[in-house]
Structures are given as structure tokens and as C-alpha cells.
């Protein structure tokens, strides 16, 4: 069993990287992962030996709190009690900042003449007294401060460390000082010590980092603006048909089956399909197609999508969460929750950064104490280096970036299941695509129907067929059957049906047995397939499906069967191969046929006459060869290659065997989705460099110079107070960095 859950507490990866691992240690629990930047837990366990209230206590027992995002939340987002909450804590997080920031302001002037060695006759003298600056710091050091503290404390009760430690440990290494100097200065001025006192560094710093969190927290919040839009697209009601009568309602209320009623201009409440009436349909909010869509007595309508013109009334079939709106935003949450695999550079870091960074702080306060003597140069060094060693920005560097693209991917028509799927997209060479449904509108129309006997028997051959084909669900089998009806040829009983899966099918219909498929199938059942081979290669020449039909082990018909390409099927297969990607086709069709159709749309290779149960196979030969691949399709018989491929993509109007066995779903069905993929791809991966290497370097550099390492040459020192600021603010770039991504626009395949 899996779940979600929404996480509180957390300040830095390291926080984190705590949290999985509490969560994995519960017995019963298989996976877990922690999304810092989401704020989410993805956990899958064994319900026969633990349960939610089990890992939720373990978590708590961390330190941290976790609630379940199963139910309503998943589809309706936060619910108002949290929202109250997290309302609560920014508000009072910005009258610590307004507090911290006036004390520290006032300290920073009364410091002056210390920093300065100048007499500064417009700063009063009893603003530099110790005493008073040892009061004004008091409450920002322990009421600004005390969430450091608490959780600084939390973690070393489970032999861990955070950034909260580090913090905690910098500026009480100021304040513990200064707090000395303040006492005793006589003792320090023995000692050939100046008593100067920081109670400035450790106001500021503590007002920086939360400033910085401020900042974050908002920007954070951002990055699940496409949840949120989603969220909003929603009907607040309905009207429904009850006994008689058109009654508003709450969308909550509707249930499956209930008749709604949709005048124009008003959003679809839920999942259904149209019973009376005639409209167009706005659906570019959940499918990306800006063209109205035409909708008649039998079509399917969307929850939360736009009629516009016309009324009418439709009969719910999924409702709440079972809507294509709510699975969507599920799916989009848990995408955002997941990890990409280069992410798990940035976690093994973080892993032992905190540790390691106190470590330093040790040893640089030895080494300047010992060597120089100085305990001012010491005290300054050790705690700029705690202060700006925060691994948040490592830790926000992949989530924030994961976050924003699902969310565009969404906005888009595009659904991400996971990170994974992100990332393995921009790395993709192949592209293979299927014929029908892919390529193809998926719609066939019979155009040929020849007998060997001339129009005689033709009507009593198309019975037999269309008889036999009426029990298929295959999408040619649905052409043969509508041309018949077209005909006004009454079917007849069947029996004995048998559909040989990449063949054809067969039954018995007034005792005779007819058999239609392909003409390989026909060949090694035996039948003589000449008598029409003429016909059969001209059709095919001509890109058309061709199906024989025999009665009783003979040849005496043939079906010629079209599908309409999709319009932007050779504009797309041509911008893929200027991304110096290889489109292939992979069809059950025979190839003639495929080559007429991939000549159309500019495909130069072709895999053709491959059965369902190949086509994984083809896909995993393509694998072999060094290729990442990945695989289009939108049928029962393309999800084992889905599967199959390093990125399964599935055409959204497909089965949902299919979507569920593929990595990115495309709504609308349309191909342009394919490209827009691949690019978000690619600019979701540079932004999540982008982001590593900024975090990397202001760790990478900072460190050493803070620790002073520029001293002996240049005689410069970082003061903590820059280092607070560098780290607040260096998390806050990298999430405003992310953001960037939300102005990513697709580019035309044409």
C-alpha cells in the first residue's frame, strides 16, 4: 500500500534525509521518500504489519510531524485548517523578522564605534553599552531564535544535526561571548583581550535566516501554483434532474448517474457523458487543445472544462475523486513529491555535510587560536563558518525545479508521473511511434470492399464479415462493422468466435466458418491468398490496411481500410528529427502499408508486421544497441512496450491499460505534446544544474573564507553577519531560480 504524507518541521535537507530514514526503520515499510522542497513523504508499506498512526509516531517521536494526504486533500488541496495554520506560523515568523531587524538595526549603530575605532559624536554613548545590548538581544536570541534551539535539541536527542545546529551553535558561540565580555571584562583584559562584544552578529544573523525562510517559504509556495490552478478550475456546484425537477447543488453531492443540466458559459461539474443536446466544449484547461471541441449526445465531457455555446444535459459517470480533474492533480502532486535520480548526489552530500562542517568549525577555531592567539579572529572565523556552511540550497536545488516543471507539464497537457520520467526525457535518442491511434487519428473507415466474385455475393460476404467482426474490439474490426451498417446489412448470430491476437479472427456464422486477418495469418492456416493479391498489393501501395476474408478455408474478399493521419503528425516527426532524434515506426501492419504511411509523414525506418507481444521486444533490441528509448502508443497491445521503453509516453484518448503502463500522458492526443515534453525536459535539467552548481560553489567557496583563509594574504575576514545573509539568501535564489521555469513556453512543432 502507498501513501502520502505531508510533512512538517523540516528546515534543511538534512532534516530531511532524518525523516526517510526514521520512516524506513518502521517495520513493514518497503520505500520512502522524502521531497524536502515538496514537503511530502511518498511511502509504500505492508499494511499487515504496520499502519499509518505507526509511521506518523515515528515521525513525531523525530521530531517533526506528518499528516496524511490520502482522501480529500489529495484532490482538493489544503484544507482550511492547515491553510489557517501555515497563515498563522508566516505571520508569526514576519513579526520575529519586524523584531529582529529593529533590535538588530539599533545594535548595529551602538556597535559602530567598536567596528570603527572612530568616535561617532551622532550615535549616543548609552547605545553602545553592553548591558543594554545584552537586554535588546536577550529576546531575539531566545524568543526570535528558539525554533533553532528546540530543534537543534530534537536532533541531538537522535544523535543527529541539522542546519538548525548550526545555527544554534554560531550564534551561541556570539552571544555565550559576548555575554562573558559583558560580565567580565576585567578577566579578559588580563588575559590581553579586548572585551568586545557581538551581540550584533548574533541578532542579525538570526533575523537574516528568518528573513531568508520568509522569502523562501513564499517563493516555495509558488512552486505549486499549477496545483493550485487546477485546484481552482473546479465547479463550486451543480444543477441536477431530481424527480422532475433542476436542483442546484453542491458539487460534492452529485453522484454517478445523476442527469446535470450545463447551460452556456457555465464550467462541467464532473465526468460524464452527454444524453440530450448539442454543444462546443472549451477543454484547453485539461487538455492543452485551444479549439473548442464539437460535443453531441454520447460524447464524453470533462469535469471543470468551459461550454460555450449550446446547453445540455449529461449523465455523471465519475464524480469527486475518481474525476479526470482529480486524477490529474494527484498525479501532479505525485510527481512533485517524487526525487530524480540526480538528485540523490545532492542527499548523499547533505548526508554528512552538517557533521562535517561542525568539524571544521572545530578546527578552525584551533588552528587560529593556536597560531595566532587571538580569540576575537578565532570566535570570528568559527562562527562564519557555521553560520554560512546551510546546506538548504543542495537540498531545494532538484524540488523546487521537479515541482515547477510537473506543474507546467500539467498546464500544458502534459502529466509527469514522476522525477524519473522528467529527467530520463531529456537524455532521449529514439522515438518510436505507433501507426494507429499514434500517428493516425485511430478513427479507420473501410474504403475498398472486393470480392472474387465480382458484386454477386457482396452484400451476403460483408454480412458474414461484419457478423464476425462485431465481436472484436479491435479498431479495424469497428470499421468493418460501421461500413456494414452503412450498407443496411443485417448482422447475424455468431458462433465459436475467436480473436488470434496480431492475426485476425474467426466463428461460425450459418454454419460456415469465416476468417479474417492478415495475409500472413491466412498463409499459414494454409489458405490461398492469390486470387487477390493484385488488388490487395495496389491498396497497400497506396497506404491502406488491407484484411482478407475466407469462408471455408477460401479467399473470396478483401477490405481496404484508411486512417486520416493526425495533422500534426509530419510537422512533429519532422521537428523530432531536428532535435537529432531517430523516429521509428512500430506497426502490426504489413509493410507496404507502414512504408506508404511513414513516407508520408517523413519516418525513414520502419519495423512493420510486429505482433503485440514483439513489440517489447523490438523496443528492448533498440535498448541493446545503446540507445535510451521511448515509446508512443495509445492501446492495450502497446503497454508491454510502454513498459518497455526508458520513457513510455501514452496518447491521453487511449485505453487506460495504456496510460497507466506509460511515463507521461498526453491529454489531448496530440503529438506537439511529444516535443513540448522533451523541451520541459531538457529546461527543467538545466535548471536543476543550474541550481547544483550555485549551491555547490557558495558552499565550495564560502566555506574556506569564511574560515579565513584570505586572512594571511589579504588581511580580510567574512564577517558572520554577511555569512547569514549569503546563506538566508543563498536558498532563496535557487527556489527564485526554479521559478524561472514557469515562463517556459512550448515551442511550435510546425
Known amino acids: 500500500m502507498d501513501t502520502t504524507l505531508r510533512l512538517r518541521g523540516m528546515s534543511c535537507a538534512a532534516c530531511a534525509n532524518r525523516v526517510e530514514q526514521v520512516i524506513r526503520a518502521v517495520p513493514g515499510v518497503e520505500a520512502c521518500s ?64 519586524v523584531l529582529g531587524g529593529t533590535i538588530g538595526t539599533l545594535l548595529m549603530i551602538g556597535s559602530l564605534p567598536m567596528m570603527t575605532g572612530l568616535s561617532l559624536p551622532l550615535i549616543p554613548a548609552w547605545l553602545s553599552n553592553p548591558w543594554l545590548q545584552l537586554v535588546l538581544t536577550a529576546p531575539v536570541q531566545f524568543w526570535c531564535g528558539n525554533r533553532f534551539y528546540s530543534n537543534a535539541w530534537k536532533a541531538f536527542k537522535h544523535h543527529a544535526a541539522t542546519m538548525d545546529t548550526l545555527i544554534a551553535l554560531g550564534t551561541s558561540a556570539a552571544y555565550a561571548y559576548s555575554v562573558f565580555a559583558t560580565l567580565f571584562p576585567t578577566f579578559l583584559m588580563n588575559q590581553g583581550l579586548m572585551p568586545e562584544v557581538y551581540y550584533e552578529t548574533s541578532a542579525i544573523v538570526i ?35 431530481r424527480d422532475g425537477q433542476e436542483v442546484a447543488v453542491p458539487i460534492q453531492s452529485v453522484q454517478i448517474g445523476d442527469v446535470v443540466v450545463v447551460r452556456p458559459g457555465e464550467k462541467i461539474p464532473v465526468d460524464g457523458d452527454v444524453v440530450t443536446g448539442r454543444s462546443t466544449v472549451d477543454e484547453s484547461m485539461i487538455t492543452g487543445e485551444s479549439a473548442p471541441i464539437d460535443k453531441q449526445p454520447g460524447d464524453e465531457v470533462i469535469g471543470a472544462t468551459l461550454n460555450k455555446t449550446g446547453s445540455f444535459q449529461f449523465r455523471a459517470t465519475r464524480v469527486g475523486k475518481d474525476t479526470m480533474l482529480a486524477q490529474i492533480v494527484k498525479l501532479v502532486q505525485q510527481a512533485q513529491g517524487s526525487k530524480a535520480p540526480i ?8 548526508g554528512w555535510f552538517v557533521p562535517a562542517v561542525i568539524a571544521i568549525a572545530i578546527l578552525t577555531f ?71 491511434g499514434t500517428l493516425t487519428q485511430g478513427r479507420p473507415t473501410v474504403t475498398d470492399f472486393m470480392t472474387t466474385t465480382g458484386t454477386a455475393n457482396e452484400l451476403r460476404l460483408l454480412q458474414l464479415a461484419a457478423s464476425v467482426e462485431r465481436n472484436s474490439e479491435h479498431p479495424l474490426a469497428e470499421a468493418a462493422v460501421r461500413y456494414a451498417q452503412s450498407q443496411d446489412v443485417e448482422l447475424a448470430p455468431v458462433e465459436a468466435f475467436e480473436a488470434i491476437v496480431g492475426s485476425g479472427v474467426q466463428g461460425i456464422v450459418s454454419q460456415r466458418l469465416i476468417q479474417i486477418g492478415t495475409q500472413r495469418w491466412m498463409q499459414e492456416l494454409g489458405i490461398d491468398t492469390q486470387s487477390l493479391q493484385h488488388d490487395k498489393s495496389r491498396l497497400e501501395s497506396l497506404g491502406k490496411t488491407v484484411i482478407l476474408i475466407a469462408v471455408d478455408g477460401e479467399v473470396q474478399a478483401l477490405m481496404g481500410i484508411s486512417d486520416a493521419l493526425k495533422p500534426s503528425s509530419a510537422a512533429t516527426v519532422r521537428a523530432l528529427q531536428r532535435m537529432k532524434l531517430e523516429v521509428i515506426m512500430l506497426t502490426g501492419d504489413n509493410r507496404q502499408t ?59 484518448t487511449g485505453t487506460d491499460v495504456a496510460i497507466a503502463a506509460s511515463d507521461i500522458t498526453l491529454i489531448s492526443g496530440d503529438l506537439q505534446g511529444i516535443i513540448t515534453a522533451i523541451e ?65 513556453q512550448p515551442k511550435t512543432a510546425l
Not at 574556506?704 to 589579504?714: C, H, M, Q, S
Request: aromatic share 6%; charged share 20%.
Open 207 to 241: 533575523t537574516l535566516i528568518l528573513l531568508g525562510r520568509l522569502f523562501e517559504n513564499r517563493a516555495r509556495g509558488q512552486t505549486s501554483e499549477a496545483i493550485r490552478t487546477l485546484i481552482g478550475l473546479q465547479a463550486r456546484d451543480a444543477r441536477i434532474i
Open 34 to 97: 522524502v521531497n524536502f522542497g515538496a514537503e511530502q513523504a511518498t511511502v509504500i508499506y505492508d499494511p499487515q504489519r504496520t499502519d499509518l498512526e505507526i509511521i506518523q509516531d515515528a515521525v513525531s517521536e523525530a521530531g517533526y510531524s506528518a499528516f496524511s494526504l490520502q482522501g480529500s486533500e489529495m484532490v482538493t488541496g489544503e484544507d482550511d485548517a492547515e491553510k489557517a495554520t501555515r497563515l498563522a506560523e508566516l505571520r508569526h515568523l514576519q513579526r520575529k523578522v
Open 366 to 436: 584551533i588552528l587560529w587560536f593556536n597560531l595566532m592567539g587571538n580569540l576575537t579572529l578565532a570566535l570570528v572565523t568559527t562562527v562564519g563558518v557555521l553560520i554560512i556552511a546551510c546546506p538548504c540550497a543542495l537540498g531545494l536545488a532538484t524540488p523546487t525545479s521537479v515541482m515547477v516543471g510537473t506543474g507546467k507539464g500539467a498546464e500544458n497537457g502534459i502529466l509527469i508521473k514522476g522525477a524519473e520520467s522528467l529527467e530520463m526525457a531529456h537524455n532521449l535518442q529514439t522515438i518510436v511511434l505507433d501507426k494507429t
Open 594 to 652: 507502414a512504408e506508404a504511411i511513414a513516407r508520408e509523414v517523413g519516418i525513414r525506418r520502419v519495423f512493420a508486421e510486429v505482433r503485440p507481444d514483439q513489440k517489447a521486444a523490438k523496443v528492448a533490441e533498440l535498448q541493446r544497441g545503446g540507445n535510451v528509448v521511448a515509446m508512443v502508443g495509445d492501446g492495450i497491445n502497446d503497454a508491454p512496450a510502454l513498459a518497455q521503453a526508458d520513457v513510455g509516453i501514452a496518447i491521453g
Open 680 to 744: 520541459l525536459s531538457r529546461a527543467t535539467m538545466r535548471n536543476i544544474r543550474q541550481n547544483l552548481f550555485f549551491a555547490f560553489i557558495y558552499n565550495v567557496a564560502g566555506i574556506p573564507i569564511a574560515a579565513g583563509i584570505l586572512f594571511p594574504v589579504f588581511g580580510w575576514l567574512l564577517s558572520p553577519i554577511v555569512a547569514g545573509g549569503a546563506m538566508a539568501f543563498s536558498s532563496v535564489s535557487v527556489v527564485t531560480n526554479a521559478l524561472r521555469l514557469r515562463n517556459f
Open 343 to 350: 538528485q540523490r548526489l545532492a542527499d548523499r552530500v547533505t
